[in-house]
Protein backbone atom coordinates (compact mmCIF):
# COMPACT_ATOMS: atom_id res chain seq x y z
CA UNK A 1 0.00 0.00 0.00
CA UNK A 2 2.75 2.42 0.63
CA UNK A 3 3.65 2.11 -3.45
CA UNK A 4 0.11 3.29 -3.87
CA UNK A 5 -0.50 5.84 -1.41
CA UNK A 6 1.21 8.48 -3.40
CA UNK A 7 -0.37 8.17 -6.42
CA UNK A 8 -3.68 8.97 -4.08
CA UNK A 9 -2.27 11.78 -3.26
CA UNK A 10 -1.22 13.37 -6.39
CA UNK A 11 -4.90 12.49 -7.51
CA UNK A 12 -6.39 14.73 -4.22
CA UNK A 13 -4.11 17.27 -5.28
CA UNK A 14 -5.29 17.42 -8.86
CA UNK A 15 -9.13 16.84 -7.65
CA UNK A 16 -8.67 19.57 -5.79
CA UNK A 17 -7.12 21.76 -8.13
CA UNK A 18 -10.27 20.77 -10.98
CA UNK A 19 -12.96 21.79 -7.76
CA UNK A 20 -11.54 24.49 -6.77
CA UNK A 21 -11.43 26.29 -10.21
CA UNK A 22 -14.58 24.91 -11.07
CA UNK A 23 -16.33 26.40 -7.96
CA UNK A 24 -14.27 29.44 -8.89
CA UNK A 25 -15.57 29.46 -12.04
CA UNK A 26 -18.92 29.24 -11.52
CA UNK A 27 -18.72 32.21 -8.91
CA UNK A 28 -16.52 34.80 -10.66
CA UNK A 29 -18.42 34.58 -14.00
CA UNK A 30 -21.81 36.98 -14.32
CA UNK A 31 -25.04 35.85 -14.44
CA UNK A 32 -27.28 36.61 -17.51
CA UNK A 33 -30.19 35.23 -17.88
CA UNK A 34 -31.00 34.61 -21.92
CA UNK A 35 -33.08 31.89 -23.23
CA UNK A 36 -31.32 30.96 -26.33
CA UNK A 37 -28.61 31.18 -24.55
CA UNK A 38 -30.11 28.33 -22.84
CA UNK A 39 -30.67 25.93 -25.67
CA UNK A 40 -28.27 23.51 -27.66
CA UNK A 41 -25.78 25.14 -29.71
CA UNK A 42 -26.80 23.77 -32.94
CA UNK A 43 -25.04 26.91 -35.80
CA UNK A 44 -28.31 28.88 -35.22
CA UNK A 45 -31.06 26.82 -36.50
CA UNK A 46 -33.72 25.56 -33.71
CA UNK A 47 -32.79 22.53 -32.15
CA UNK A 48 -33.24 19.05 -32.83
CA UNK A 49 -35.05 17.61 -29.91
CA UNK A 50 -33.07 14.52 -28.43
CA UNK A 51 -34.59 11.82 -26.89
CA UNK A 52 -33.40 11.27 -23.57
CA UNK A 53 -30.40 8.86 -23.12
CA UNK A 54 -29.07 9.65 -26.19
CA UNK A 55 -31.27 8.69 -28.52
CA UNK A 56 -30.07 5.28 -31.29
CA UNK A 57 -26.74 5.94 -32.71
CA UNK A 58 -25.20 3.48 -36.07
CA UNK A 59 -24.19 0.28 -35.16
CA UNK A 60 -20.67 0.76 -35.94
CA UNK A 61 -19.28 2.07 -32.68
CA UNK A 62 -21.21 -1.55 -30.62
CA UNK A 63 -19.63 -3.74 -33.32
CA UNK A 64 -15.94 -1.55 -32.80
CA UNK A 65 -16.71 -1.94 -28.83
CA UNK A 66 -17.03 -5.89 -29.13
CA UNK A 67 -13.62 -6.05 -31.40
CA UNK A 68 -11.67 -3.61 -28.63
CA UNK A 69 -12.56 -6.02 -26.22
CA UNK A 70 -12.01 -8.87 -27.92
CA UNK A 71 -8.20 -7.20 -28.46
CA UNK A 72 -8.38 -6.26 -25.18
CA UNK A 73 -8.01 -9.54 -23.54
CA UNK A 74 -5.54 -10.62 -26.02
CA UNK A 75 -3.13 -7.49 -24.91
CA UNK A 76 -4.60 -8.90 -21.40
CA UNK A 77 -2.96 -12.13 -21.99
CA UNK A 78 0.07 -10.92 -24.06
CA UNK A 79 1.79 -8.68 -21.24
CA UNK A 80 2.21 -11.65 -18.31
CA UNK A 81 3.49 -14.02 -21.26
CA UNK A 82 6.33 -11.00 -22.42
CA UNK A 83 7.25 -9.88 -18.85
CA UNK A 84 7.94 -13.87 -18.27
CA UNK A 85 9.36 -14.04 -21.98
CA UNK A 86 12.60 -15.26 -21.00
CA UNK A 87 11.39 -18.03 -18.16
CA UNK A 88 8.51 -19.51 -20.99
CA UNK A 89 10.63 -20.17 -23.34
CA UNK A 90 9.18 -22.27 -26.49
CA UNK A 91 6.00 -23.69 -24.79
CA UNK A 92 5.11 -19.73 -23.97
CA UNK A 93 5.81 -18.93 -28.11
CA UNK A 94 3.88 -22.21 -29.26
CA UNK A 95 1.16 -21.45 -27.07
CA UNK A 96 0.70 -17.98 -27.81
CA UNK A 97 1.11 -17.84 -31.69
CA UNK A 98 -2.04 -20.46 -31.31
CA UNK A 99 -3.71 -17.44 -29.39
CA UNK A 100 -2.83 -15.17 -31.56
CA UNK A 101 -4.19 -17.04 -35.01
CA UNK A 102 -7.33 -18.07 -32.95
CA UNK A 103 -8.04 -13.95 -32.21
CA UNK A 104 -6.93 -13.37 -35.68
CA UNK A 105 -9.58 -15.59 -36.81
CA UNK A 106 -12.46 -13.57 -35.52
CA UNK A 107 -10.41 -10.45 -36.74
CA UNK A 108 -10.33 -11.87 -40.25
CA UNK A 109 -13.90 -12.53 -40.16
CA UNK A 110 -15.09 -9.36 -38.78
CA UNK A 111 -12.47 -7.78 -41.75
CA UNK A 112 -14.05 -9.91 -44.39
CA UNK A 113 -17.97 -9.62 -42.92
CA UNK A 114 -17.16 -5.72 -43.72
CA UNK A 115 -17.35 -5.04 -39.78
CA UNK A 116 -14.35 -2.20 -40.34
CA UNK A 117 -15.65 -0.57 -42.70
CA UNK A 118 -16.52 3.12 -42.03
CA UNK A 119 -18.27 4.79 -44.91
CA UNK B 1 7.30 -4.16 3.47
CA UNK B 2 4.21 -5.41 1.40
CA UNK B 3 3.54 -8.27 -0.46
CA UNK B 4 4.20 -6.38 -3.60
CA UNK B 5 7.79 -5.20 -3.31
CA UNK B 6 8.69 -9.14 -1.94
CA UNK B 7 7.40 -10.40 -5.24
CA UNK B 8 9.05 -7.97 -7.38
CA UNK B 9 12.72 -7.10 -7.05
CA UNK B 10 13.98 -3.10 -7.66
CA UNK B 11 11.65 -1.84 -5.69
CA UNK B 12 13.29 -1.87 -2.96
CA UNK B 13 13.70 1.99 -3.31
CA UNK B 14 9.81 2.66 -3.23
CA UNK B 15 7.24 3.14 -0.40
CA UNK B 16 9.72 4.20 2.19
CA UNK B 17 9.95 7.94 1.55
CA UNK B 18 8.52 10.29 4.32
CA UNK B 19 5.10 11.72 4.19
CA UNK B 20 6.77 15.48 3.39
CA UNK B 21 8.87 13.84 0.31
CA UNK B 22 6.09 12.35 -0.83
CA UNK B 23 4.18 15.72 -0.71
CA UNK B 24 6.97 17.81 -2.08
CA UNK B 25 7.41 15.54 -5.25
CA UNK B 26 3.40 15.46 -5.70
CA UNK B 27 3.32 18.92 -5.61
CA UNK B 28 6.48 19.15 -7.96
CA UNK B 29 4.95 16.54 -10.97
CA UNK B 30 1.40 19.11 -9.98
CA UNK B 31 3.25 22.17 -10.86
CA UNK B 32 5.55 20.68 -13.79
CA UNK B 33 2.33 19.48 -15.76
CA UNK B 34 0.52 22.81 -14.72
CA UNK B 35 3.53 24.77 -15.83
CA UNK B 36 4.13 22.36 -19.13
CA UNK B 37 0.53 22.78 -20.14
CA UNK B 38 0.68 26.68 -20.14
CA UNK B 39 3.82 26.47 -21.98
CA UNK B 40 2.27 23.75 -24.45
CA UNK B 41 -0.30 25.51 -24.69
CA UNK B 42 1.57 29.18 -25.81
CA UNK B 43 4.25 27.40 -27.72
CA UNK B 44 1.63 24.94 -29.69
CA UNK B 45 0.53 28.54 -30.86
CA UNK B 46 3.58 30.53 -31.53
CA UNK B 47 5.38 27.54 -33.08
CA UNK B 48 2.35 26.77 -35.18
CA UNK B 49 2.72 30.46 -36.10
CA UNK B 50 5.74 30.47 -37.00
CA UNK B 51 5.32 27.51 -39.17
CA UNK B 52 2.20 29.53 -40.76
CA UNK B 53 4.18 32.82 -41.81
CA UNK B 54 3.06 34.69 -38.68
CA UNK B 55 4.33 35.37 -35.48
CA UNK B 56 1.35 33.78 -33.15
CA UNK B 57 0.76 35.30 -29.55
CA UNK B 58 3.31 37.98 -28.66
CA UNK B 59 1.56 40.84 -26.45
CA UNK B 60 0.76 39.33 -22.98
CA UNK B 61 4.26 38.97 -21.03
CA UNK B 62 7.68 38.88 -22.36
CA UNK B 63 7.72 37.26 -25.62
CA UNK B 64 3.38 36.37 -25.21
CA UNK B 65 4.99 33.93 -22.61
CA UNK B 66 1.83 34.87 -20.48
CA UNK B 67 -0.88 34.31 -22.80
CA UNK B 68 -2.38 31.04 -22.11
CA UNK B 69 -2.45 32.09 -18.42
CA UNK B 70 -4.43 35.36 -19.45
CA UNK B 71 -6.57 33.27 -21.52
CA UNK B 72 -7.07 30.60 -18.58
CA UNK B 73 -8.17 33.85 -16.48
CA UNK B 74 -10.47 34.82 -19.31
CA UNK B 75 -12.25 31.82 -19.51
CA UNK B 76 -12.94 31.78 -15.33
CA UNK B 77 -14.45 34.94 -15.60
CA UNK B 78 -16.87 33.93 -18.20
CA UNK B 79 -20.60 33.02 -17.58
CA UNK B 80 -20.89 29.45 -16.50
CA UNK B 81 -23.88 28.87 -18.84
CA UNK B 82 -25.42 25.20 -18.05
CA UNK B 83 -27.52 24.54 -20.69
CA UNK B 84 -31.85 23.59 -20.67
CA UNK B 85 -31.81 19.99 -21.17
CA UNK B 86 -28.57 18.58 -20.38
CA UNK B 87 -28.27 15.72 -17.62
CA UNK B 88 -26.67 18.50 -14.81
CA UNK B 89 -24.55 16.08 -12.68
CA UNK B 90 -23.13 13.90 -15.68
CA UNK B 91 -22.78 17.44 -17.41
CA UNK B 92 -21.17 18.78 -14.26
CA UNK B 93 -18.52 15.66 -13.31
CA UNK B 94 -17.70 15.11 -17.02
CA UNK B 95 -15.04 17.59 -17.46
CA UNK B 96 -13.69 16.43 -13.82
CA UNK B 97 -13.96 12.67 -14.65
CA UNK B 98 -11.39 13.85 -17.86
CA UNK B 99 -8.99 15.83 -15.68
CA UNK B 100 -8.34 14.05 -12.57
CA UNK B 101 -7.29 10.74 -14.38
CA UNK B 102 -5.25 12.89 -16.19
CA UNK B 103 -3.05 13.65 -13.57
CA UNK B 104 -2.49 10.17 -12.02
CA UNK B 105 -0.12 8.91 -14.95
CA UNK B 106 2.42 10.82 -14.29
CA UNK B 107 3.08 9.58 -10.87
CA UNK B 108 4.94 6.65 -12.16
CA UNK B 109 7.42 7.91 -15.00
CA UNK B 110 10.76 8.57 -13.31
CA UNK B 111 12.99 11.02 -13.98
CA UNK B 112 15.77 10.45 -12.58
CA UNK B 113 18.12 7.96 -10.62
CA UNK B 114 18.37 8.29 -6.58
CA UNK B 115 19.10 11.20 -5.34
CA UNK B 116 19.69 13.10 -2.02
CA UNK B 117 16.68 15.16 -1.62
CA UNK B 118 17.09 17.43 1.95
CA UNK B 119 19.01 14.69 3.10
CA UNK B 120 16.62 11.72 2.18
CA UNK B 121 18.05 9.08 -0.15
CA UNK B 122 14.89 9.13 -2.54
CA UNK B 123 14.28 8.17 -6.23
CA UNK B 124 13.39 11.39 -8.80
CA UNK B 125 10.12 9.83 -9.19
CA UNK B 126 6.98 10.17 -6.96
CA UNK B 127 6.25 5.82 -6.76
CA UNK B 128 6.39 2.85 -8.92
CA UNK B 129 4.11 -0.04 -9.03
CA UNK B 130 4.89 -4.05 -10.25
CA UNK B 131 1.77 -3.03 -12.45
CA UNK B 132 3.58 0.58 -13.20
CA UNK B 133 3.28 0.05 -17.25
CA UNK B 134 -0.89 -0.97 -16.31
CA UNK B 135 -1.17 2.33 -14.52
CA UNK B 136 -0.54 4.24 -17.59
CA UNK B 137 -3.05 2.49 -19.54
CA UNK B 138 -5.58 2.70 -17.20
CA UNK B 139 -5.60 6.54 -16.79
CA UNK B 140 -5.53 6.97 -20.44
CA UNK B 141 -8.63 4.68 -20.68
CA UNK B 142 -10.30 6.51 -17.84
CA UNK B 143 -9.97 9.86 -19.43
CA UNK B 144 -12.13 8.55 -22.08
CA UNK B 145 -15.11 8.22 -19.90
CA UNK B 146 -14.88 12.12 -19.47
CA UNK B 147 -15.30 12.44 -23.05
CA UNK B 148 -18.27 9.77 -23.93
CA UNK B 149 -20.32 11.20 -20.49
CA UNK B 150 -19.34 15.00 -21.15
CA UNK B 151 -20.70 14.41 -25.20
CA UNK B 152 -24.07 12.65 -23.71
CA UNK B 153 -24.86 14.27 -21.44
CA UNK B 154 -24.98 17.63 -23.41
CA UNK B 155 -28.50 16.60 -25.52
CA UNK B 156 -26.54 18.44 -28.42
CA UNK B 157 -26.28 16.11 -31.56
CA UNK B 158 -22.79 17.32 -32.36
CA UNK B 159 -21.51 16.67 -29.06
CA UNK B 160 -22.95 12.87 -29.13
CA UNK B 161 -21.79 12.68 -32.15
CA UNK B 162 -17.88 13.99 -31.38
CA UNK B 163 -17.96 11.64 -27.90
CA UNK B 164 -19.10 8.80 -29.98
CA UNK B 165 -16.36 9.09 -32.45
CA UNK B 166 -13.97 10.41 -29.18
CA UNK B 167 -14.65 7.00 -27.77
CA UNK B 168 -14.22 4.69 -30.62
CA UNK B 169 -11.20 6.51 -32.06
CA UNK B 170 -9.54 6.17 -28.62
CA UNK B 171 -10.42 2.70 -28.13
CA UNK B 172 -9.15 1.88 -31.81
CA UNK B 173 -5.65 3.46 -30.80
CA UNK B 174 -5.69 1.72 -27.58
CA UNK B 175 -5.34 -1.41 -29.00
CA UNK B 176 -2.44 -1.00 -31.70
CA UNK B 177 -0.68 1.74 -28.44
CA UNK B 178 -0.98 -1.61 -25.85
CA UNK B 179 0.64 -3.94 -28.97
CA UNK B 180 3.25 -1.44 -29.24
CA UNK B 181 4.19 -1.88 -25.48
CA UNK B 182 4.51 -5.61 -25.76
CA UNK B 183 7.86 -5.91 -27.20
CA UNK B 184 9.01 -3.11 -24.70
CA UNK B 185 7.92 -5.96 -21.84
CA UNK B 186 9.91 -8.64 -23.72
CA UNK B 187 12.99 -7.25 -23.50
CA UNK B 188 12.25 -5.41 -20.37
CA UNK B 189 11.20 -8.21 -18.34
CA UNK B 190 9.41 -6.33 -16.28
CA UNK B 191 6.47 -3.74 -15.80
CA UNK B 192 8.22 -1.22 -12.87
CA UNK B 193 9.05 1.81 -15.24
CA UNK B 194 12.29 2.54 -13.22
CA UNK B 195 13.04 -1.30 -14.24
CA UNK B 196 11.79 -0.14 -17.99
CA UNK B 197 14.30 2.40 -17.78
CA UNK B 198 17.62 0.72 -16.34
CA UNK B 199 16.80 -2.34 -18.82
CA UNK B 200 17.46 0.42 -21.66
CA UNK B 201 21.30 1.33 -20.45
CA UNK B 202 22.96 -1.00 -23.19
CA UNK B 203 20.52 0.19 -26.11
CA UNK B 204 17.35 2.27 -26.46
CA UNK B 205 14.20 0.11 -27.14
CA UNK B 206 13.28 3.16 -29.61
CA UNK B 207 16.38 1.50 -31.59
CA UNK B 208 16.20 -2.12 -31.01
CA UNK B 209 12.10 -1.73 -31.78
CA UNK B 210 11.76 0.65 -33.81
CA UNK B 211 8.35 -0.30 -35.78
CA UNK B 212 6.77 -0.23 -32.11
CA UNK B 213 8.23 3.19 -31.84
CA UNK B 214 7.16 4.28 -34.45
CA UNK B 215 3.33 2.92 -34.12
CA UNK B 216 3.35 4.15 -30.34
CA UNK B 217 4.18 7.61 -31.77
CA UNK B 218 1.10 7.56 -34.51
CA UNK B 219 -1.30 5.72 -31.81
CA UNK B 220 -0.35 8.86 -28.82
CA UNK B 221 -1.46 11.22 -31.74
CA UNK B 222 -4.99 9.34 -31.70
CA UNK B 223 -5.23 8.72 -28.44
CA UNK B 224 -4.72 12.33 -27.26
CA UNK B 225 -7.39 13.35 -29.90
CA UNK B 226 -4.70 15.43 -31.49
CA UNK B 227 -4.55 16.74 -35.21
CA UNK B 228 -4.41 14.88 -37.66
CA UNK B 229 -6.64 12.61 -35.57
CA UNK B 230 -8.82 14.76 -33.66
CA UNK B 231 -11.82 14.16 -35.39
CA UNK B 232 -13.69 14.15 -32.01
CA UNK B 233 -13.46 18.05 -31.88
CA UNK B 234 -13.30 18.17 -35.87
CA UNK B 235 -14.23 22.11 -36.08
CA UNK B 236 -15.09 22.15 -39.75
CA UNK B 237 -17.63 18.73 -39.16
CA UNK B 238 -19.67 19.09 -35.61
CA UNK B 239 -18.38 22.49 -34.38
CA UNK B 240 -16.73 21.66 -31.17
CA UNK B 241 -17.58 17.75 -31.03
CA UNK B 242 -17.83 17.14 -27.12
CA UNK B 243 -17.31 20.05 -25.97
CA UNK B 244 -19.56 21.85 -27.87
CA UNK B 245 -21.61 22.64 -25.22
CA UNK B 246 -18.97 23.53 -22.38
CA UNK B 247 -17.95 27.00 -21.33
CA UNK B 248 -16.12 28.72 -18.68
CA UNK B 249 -14.20 26.87 -16.37
CA UNK B 250 -15.69 22.91 -17.65
CA UNK B 251 -14.46 23.91 -21.05
CA UNK B 252 -11.09 24.51 -19.33
CA UNK B 253 -10.94 21.51 -17.69
CA UNK B 254 -11.45 19.39 -21.17
CA UNK B 255 -8.76 21.52 -22.64
CA UNK B 256 -6.02 21.31 -19.60
CA UNK B 257 -7.19 17.35 -19.54
CA UNK B 258 -6.19 17.31 -23.79
CA UNK B 259 -2.88 18.74 -22.39
CA UNK B 260 -2.29 16.89 -20.23
CA UNK B 261 -2.40 13.68 -21.53
CA UNK B 262 0.07 15.25 -24.57
CA UNK B 263 2.47 15.35 -21.38
CA UNK B 264 1.59 11.99 -20.32
CA UNK B 265 2.10 10.08 -23.36
CA UNK B 266 5.34 12.11 -24.36
CA UNK B 267 6.69 11.03 -21.13
CA UNK B 268 5.33 7.19 -21.39
CA UNK B 269 7.50 7.86 -24.80
CA UNK B 270 10.60 8.92 -23.27
CA UNK B 271 10.09 6.24 -20.35
CA UNK B 272 9.85 3.32 -22.76
CA UNK B 273 11.42 3.71 -25.72
CA UNK B 274 13.98 6.79 -25.22
CA UNK B 275 15.39 5.87 -22.44
CA UNK B 276 13.80 8.13 -19.77
CA UNK B 277 16.68 10.02 -17.76
CA UNK B 278 19.78 7.87 -18.96
CA UNK B 279 22.12 10.09 -20.73
CA UNK B 280 22.31 9.60 -24.63
CA UNK B 281 25.18 7.45 -25.21
CA UNK B 282 27.72 9.73 -26.67
CA UNK B 283 27.85 11.80 -23.37
CA UNK B 284 28.34 8.94 -21.16
CA UNK B 285 31.71 7.89 -22.83
CA UNK B 286 33.56 11.27 -21.94
CA UNK B 287 31.56 11.96 -19.06
CA UNK B 288 30.81 8.81 -16.33
CA UNK B 289 29.13 11.31 -13.82
CA UNK B 290 26.28 12.36 -16.51
CA UNK B 291 23.49 9.45 -14.52
CA UNK B 292 24.80 10.98 -11.33
CA UNK B 293 22.64 13.34 -9.64
CA UNK B 294 20.23 15.74 -10.86
CA UNK B 295 21.39 15.76 -13.99
CA UNK B 296 19.57 13.34 -15.66
CA UNK B 297 16.05 15.40 -15.13
CA UNK B 298 17.88 17.50 -18.25
CA UNK B 299 18.40 14.47 -20.32
CA UNK B 300 15.33 13.39 -19.35
CA UNK B 301 13.60 17.38 -20.35
CA UNK B 302 15.48 17.08 -23.42
CA UNK B 303 13.72 14.09 -24.72
CA UNK B 304 10.54 15.07 -23.42
CA UNK B 305 10.53 18.54 -25.17
CA UNK B 306 11.72 16.78 -28.34
CA UNK B 307 8.31 14.54 -28.67
CA UNK B 308 6.39 17.45 -27.21
CA UNK B 309 7.74 19.43 -30.57
CA UNK B 310 6.82 16.51 -32.97
CA UNK B 311 3.06 17.19 -31.55
CA UNK B 312 3.30 20.40 -32.89
CA UNK B 313 5.03 19.37 -36.01
CA UNK B 314 2.97 16.77 -36.88
CA UNK B 315 0.05 19.25 -36.36
CA UNK B 316 1.30 22.05 -38.50
CA UNK B 317 1.99 19.40 -41.30
CA UNK B 318 -0.97 17.29 -41.61
CA UNK B 319 -4.65 17.57 -42.93
CA UNK B 320 -6.87 16.28 -40.55
CA UNK B 321 -7.83 12.76 -41.80
CA UNK B 322 -11.41 11.41 -42.62
CA UNK B 323 -13.09 9.40 -40.24
CA UNK B 324 -12.97 6.37 -42.09
CA UNK B 325 -9.36 6.60 -43.15
CA UNK B 326 -8.56 7.05 -39.08
CA UNK B 327 -10.13 3.75 -38.53
CA UNK B 328 -9.10 1.71 -41.49
CA UNK B 329 -5.35 3.20 -40.29
CA UNK B 330 -6.12 1.89 -36.93
CA UNK B 331 -7.72 -0.84 -37.63
CA UNK B 332 -6.42 -2.42 -40.71
CA UNK B 333 -2.72 -1.43 -40.45
CA UNK B 334 -1.50 -0.84 -36.88
CA UNK B 335 -3.01 -3.72 -35.50
CA UNK B 336 -2.30 -6.63 -37.71
CA UNK B 337 1.23 -4.60 -38.32
CA UNK B 338 1.93 -5.01 -34.49
CA UNK B 339 0.16 -8.48 -34.23
CA UNK B 340 3.05 -9.74 -37.14
CA UNK B 341 5.89 -7.80 -35.25
CA UNK B 342 5.17 -8.87 -31.56
CA UNK B 343 5.58 -12.68 -33.42
CA UNK B 344 8.68 -11.73 -35.29
CA UNK B 345 10.54 -10.58 -31.90
CA UNK B 346 9.43 -13.56 -30.12
CA UNK B 347 10.24 -15.75 -32.78
CA UNK B 348 13.87 -14.22 -33.22
CA UNK B 349 14.41 -13.55 -29.30
CA UNK B 350 13.62 -17.37 -28.82
CA UNK B 351 16.43 -18.65 -31.34
CA UNK B 352 18.79 -16.03 -30.03
CA UNK B 353 18.11 -17.59 -26.24
CA UNK B 354 18.16 -20.88 -27.49
CA UNK B 355 21.60 -20.64 -29.67
CA UNK B 356 20.22 -21.17 -32.90
CA UNK B 357 22.78 -21.10 -35.41
CA UNK B 358 22.94 -17.93 -37.01
CA UNK B 359 21.69 -18.79 -40.15
CA UNK B 360 18.40 -19.95 -38.81
CA UNK B 361 17.56 -16.31 -37.68
CA UNK B 362 18.31 -14.80 -40.40
CA UNK B 363 16.26 -17.54 -42.47
CA UNK B 364 13.54 -16.47 -40.14
CA UNK B 365 14.16 -12.98 -40.25
CA UNK B 366 14.04 -13.05 -44.21
CA UNK B 367 10.91 -15.25 -43.85
CA UNK B 368 8.78 -12.25 -41.95
CA UNK B 369 10.75 -9.88 -44.24
CA UNK B 370 8.60 -11.71 -47.03
CA UNK B 371 5.47 -11.89 -45.05
CA UNK B 372 5.73 -7.87 -45.05
CA UNK B 373 6.25 -7.04 -48.36
CA UNK B 374 3.58 -9.37 -49.92
CA UNK B 375 1.34 -7.77 -47.45
CA UNK B 376 2.74 -4.46 -48.64
CA UNK B 377 2.14 -5.16 -52.21
CA UNK B 378 -1.29 -7.01 -51.68
CA UNK B 379 -2.55 -3.86 -50.00
CA UNK B 380 -0.96 -0.98 -52.30
CA UNK B 381 -2.59 -3.55 -55.39
CA UNK B 382 -6.11 -3.21 -53.49
CA UNK B 383 -5.94 0.44 -52.96
CA UNK B 384 -4.81 1.02 -56.40
CA UNK B 385 -7.90 -1.30 -57.57
CA UNK B 386 -10.11 0.70 -55.42
CA UNK B 387 -8.81 3.96 -56.82
CA UNK B 388 -9.18 2.47 -60.34
CA UNK B 389 -13.11 1.52 -59.44
CA UNK B 390 -13.39 4.74 -57.97
CA UNK B 391 -12.31 6.77 -60.86
CA UNK B 392 -14.40 4.74 -63.36
CA UNK B 393 -17.46 5.08 -61.28
CA UNK B 394 -17.03 8.89 -61.11
CA UNK B 395 -16.44 9.30 -64.93
CA UNK B 396 -19.75 6.86 -65.54
CA UNK B 397 -21.16 9.74 -62.72
CA UNK B 398 -19.86 12.87 -64.38
CA UNK B 399 -21.17 11.73 -67.99
CA UNK B 400 -24.52 10.97 -66.69
CA UNK B 401 -24.59 14.54 -65.07
CA UNK B 402 -23.45 16.17 -68.28
CA UNK B 403 -26.46 13.90 -69.92
CA UNK B 404 -29.11 15.01 -67.56
CA UNK B 405 -28.16 17.80 -64.99
CA UNK B 406 -30.28 16.85 -62.32
CA UNK B 407 -29.04 13.51 -62.22
CA UNK B 408 -28.22 12.06 -58.74
CA UNK B 409 -27.45 15.50 -57.15
CA UNK B 410 -30.53 18.22 -55.37
CA UNK B 411 -33.63 17.78 -56.87
CA UNK B 412 -33.78 20.94 -59.70
CA UNK B 413 -36.52 20.18 -61.86
CA UNK B 414 -35.61 19.84 -65.31
CA UNK B 415 -36.31 22.49 -67.62
CA UNK B 416 -38.00 20.01 -69.82
CA UNK B 417 -40.25 17.99 -67.39
CA UNK B 418 -43.63 17.92 -67.98
CA UNK B 419 -45.83 20.22 -66.00
CA UNK B 420 -49.32 22.06 -65.61
CA UNK B 421 -49.65 24.91 -67.76
CA UNK B 422 -46.91 24.71 -70.16
CA UNK B 423 -47.04 24.50 -73.60
CA UNK B 424 -43.56 22.17 -73.31
CA UNK B 425 -44.37 18.74 -74.39
CA UNK B 426 -43.77 15.83 -72.26
CA UNK B 427 -40.08 14.40 -72.78
CA UNK B 428 -39.76 10.10 -72.13
CA UNK B 429 -38.06 9.23 -69.63
CA UNK B 430 -33.98 9.79 -70.25
CA UNK B 431 -32.68 6.29 -69.53
CA UNK B 432 -34.23 4.61 -72.55
CA UNK B 433 -31.93 5.11 -75.82
CA UNK B 434 -30.70 8.54 -75.99
CA UNK B 435 -31.19 10.63 -78.61
CA UNK B 436 -28.27 12.47 -79.60
CA UNK B 437 -28.29 16.33 -79.03
CA UNK B 438 -28.10 17.70 -82.46
CA UNK B 439 -30.92 14.88 -83.16
CA UNK B 440 -33.05 16.35 -80.64
CA UNK B 441 -36.77 18.44 -82.01
CA UNK B 442 -36.11 21.85 -81.03
CA UNK B 443 -39.06 23.00 -78.71
CA UNK B 444 -39.34 26.52 -78.30
CA UNK B 445 -42.68 26.73 -76.67
CA UNK B 446 -43.25 29.61 -78.63
Given at each position: MELYAPIFVLAAIGAAFVVVSMVVGSIAGPKRYNRAKLQAYECGIEPTPQPAGGGRFTIKYYLTAMLFIVFDIEIIFLYPWAVHFDELGVFGLIAMVLFLVNVSIAYAYEWRRGGLEWE | MTLAQGAEPGLGAFGTDPWWITLIKALVIFVFLMVCVLMMIMADRKVMGRMQQRHGPNRFGPLGLLQSLADGVKLSL????????????????????????????????PVGPEVTMFGVQTPLQLTDLPIAALVVLATAAIGVYGIVLGGWASQ????????LRASAQVISYEIAMGLSFVAVFMYSGTLTTSGIVEAQRPLWFAVILLPSFLIYLVTMIGETNRLPFDLAEGEGEIVGGFMTEYGSMKFTMFFL??????????????????????????????????????????????????????????????PRIRYDQLMQLGWKILIPVQLVWITAVA?????????????AVAAVVAGFALVVVAAVYGFARSARRRRAAEAAERQEELRLMRDDPAYGGFPVPPQNAPHYGSSVPAEGPRSGARVPHDKREEVTGA
Open positions: - | KEDVIPRGVDRVVYIAAPMIAAVPAFIAFSVISPYALLGGAEYVNMVTVAAVSVTFFLGGWLAPPPITSFWAGANEGYWPILWWLVKFLAVMFLFIWVRGSLVVRILLNEGAPIG
